[in-house]
């Protein structure tokens, strides 16, 4: 999709609102002052799910979701279930196998590569808007935390059952999430946003991001 080469899947987080819990009530909510499941979910091109994390408040990062889950590991530790590139926003940390967006692009190759980027990307956003049309529960669930992750994973399981018997999706305005999330991280603050047991390791993790990003952009975004 818009000339992205080798993308197995496009990753990003998405907040599902919750009745504020009776323990622990602090940690559910998110950066937008309302309780929440913070949702992990991967796609692919035709809007199924392949990757599905909803266990965790919504103040927890989306890259602190991402580093403690078995879709982390293997590809850290070259152990892909699948071969390619993983698409994330600016909230996750560069890889080789999980590229982002450059922050603040100057040349017309680096402006090439997000544009190509993003337009790709947007295939996780329109999932996950279709998920949340299809699924109005979705809006808010009055339930404990471990009942509402329960109901999340479930309306995930029946999303990708109905897309692949092309059932209608109810109308709406809008295909997208919630709204925009414009939030940035750089490359370098991503190891003070989530501090690491072997900074030489990350650093040595992310360098292996930027090169592998470098090569891309210079085989495919001249």
Same mark, same amino acid.
């Given at each position: 999709?818009?000339?992205?080469?080798?993308?197995?899947?496009?990753?990003?987080?998405?907040?599902?609102?919750?009745?504020?819990? /009776?323990?622990?009530?602090?940690?559910?909510?998110?950066?937008?002052?309302?309780? &929440?499941?913070?949702?992990?979910?991967?796609?692919?091109?035709?809007?199924?799910?392949?990757?599905?994390?909803?266990?965790?408040?919504?103040?927890?990062?989306?890259?602190?979701?991402?580093?403690?889950?078995?879709?982390?590991?293997?590809?850290?530790?070259? +152990?892909?279930?699948?071969?390619?590139? %993983?698409?994330?926003? &600016?909230?996750?940390?560069?890889?080789?196998?999980?590229?982002?967006?450059?922050?603040?692009?100057?040349? +017309?190759?680096?402006?090439?590569?997000?544009?190509?980027?993003?337009?790709?990307?947007?295939?996780?956003?329109?999932?996950?808007?279709?998920?949340?049309?299809?699924?109005?529960?979705?809006? +808010?669930?009055?339930?404990?935390?471990?009942?509402?992750?329960?109901?999340?994973?479930?309306?995930?399981?029946?999303?990708? +059952?109905?897309?692949?018997?092309?059932?209608?999706?109810?109308?709406?305005?809008?295909? &997208?999430?919630?709204?925009?999330?414009?939030?940035?991280?750089?490359?370098?603050?991503?190891?003070?946003?989530?501090?690491?047991?072997?900074?030489? %390791?990350?650093?040595?993790?992310?360098?292996?991001?930027? /090169?592998?990003?470098?090569?891309?952009?210079?085989?495919?975004?001249?």
């Amino acid at each position: 999709m818009s000339g992205f080469p080798n993308v197995v899947g496009c990753i990003d987080g998405t907040q599902v609102q919750i009745q504020a819990p /009776t323990q622990n009530e602090h940690e559910f909510v998110n950066r937008k002052g309302y309780h &929440s499941i913070n949702v992990q979910l991967m796609c692919d091109a035709d809007l199924i799910f392949i990757n599905c994390i909803a266990k965790w408040p919504g103040s927890v990062h989306d890259s602190r979701i991402l580093r403690e889950s078995s879709l982390f590991e293997d590809f850290e530790n070259k +152990r892909q279930p699948m071969r390619g590139i %993983i698409l994330g926003d &600016s909230r996750y940390m560069l890889r080789d196998w999980l590229l982002t967006p450059i922050s603040n692009p100057t040349t +017309r190759q680096e402006r090439n590569y997000n544009f190509s980027h993003s337009s790709t990307r947007t295939a996780i956003e329109r999932a996950i808007g279709v998920l949340k049309r299809r699924w109005h529960c979705l809006s +808010r669930l009055r339930l404990t935390p471990a009942k509402a992750c329960k109901v999340i994973a479930v309306c995930v399981m029946l999303s990708n +059952r109905a897309r692949r018997l092309n059932l209608d999706v109810p109308d709406t305005d809008s295909d &997208s999430d919630d709204e925009p999330d414009y939030e940035q991280a750089s490359d370098a603050h991503m190891e003070e946003v989530l501090p690491v047991n072997n900074p030489m %390791i990350e650093r040595a993790r992310l360098a292996a991001g930027k /090169t592998a990003r470098e090569r891309l952009m210079n085989n495919y975004f001249h």
